[in-house]
């Protein structure tokens, strides 16, 4: 099993910034893709952003067109964790976000395909 534990969300106004986290501990050696996923209210649960890695220097990031050049996915392999830098947020963003974690997997951009959750954290952008 492996466990995510999010943080870093909150209330931002427009334009600001915020880093989200995600924590994995447990086997997570069994693990090779983690990604973001966010769903606001009334809508379905969409794809943000992945990140798949073959080693651990060897990163492919992957972005929805939405958050292409504002938001950027990393990863700490010493520290098991990935972030999630979002700039330039606009209302649009508002969501509950969640991370999910999953071994190599080629459809990235589809939360079915994830074995892992976190439990979300809520990313209000005012206006």
């Known amino acids: 099993q492996v466990q995510l534990v999010e943080s870093g969300g909150g209330l931002v106004q427009t334009g600001g910034s915020l880093r989200l986290s995600c924590a994995a501990s447990?086997?997570?050696?069994?693990?090779?893709?983690m990604g973001w996923f966010r769903q606001a209210t009334g809508k379905e649960r969409e794809f943000v952003a992945a990140i798949r890695w073959s080693d651990e220097r060897t990163n492919y990031p992957y972005y929805t067109d939405s958050v292409k050049g504002r938001f950027t996915i990393s990863r700490d392999n010493a520290k098991n964790t990935v972030y999630l830098q979002m700039n330039s947020l606009n209302a649009e963003d508002t969501a509950v976000y969640y991370c999910a974690a999953a071994p190599w997997i080629r459809t990235y951009y589809s939360a079915a395909r994830y074995e892992y959750w976190g439990q979300g954290t809520q990313v209000t952008v005012s206006s």
């Open positions: 447990g086997r997570t050696f069994s693990i090779s893709t």
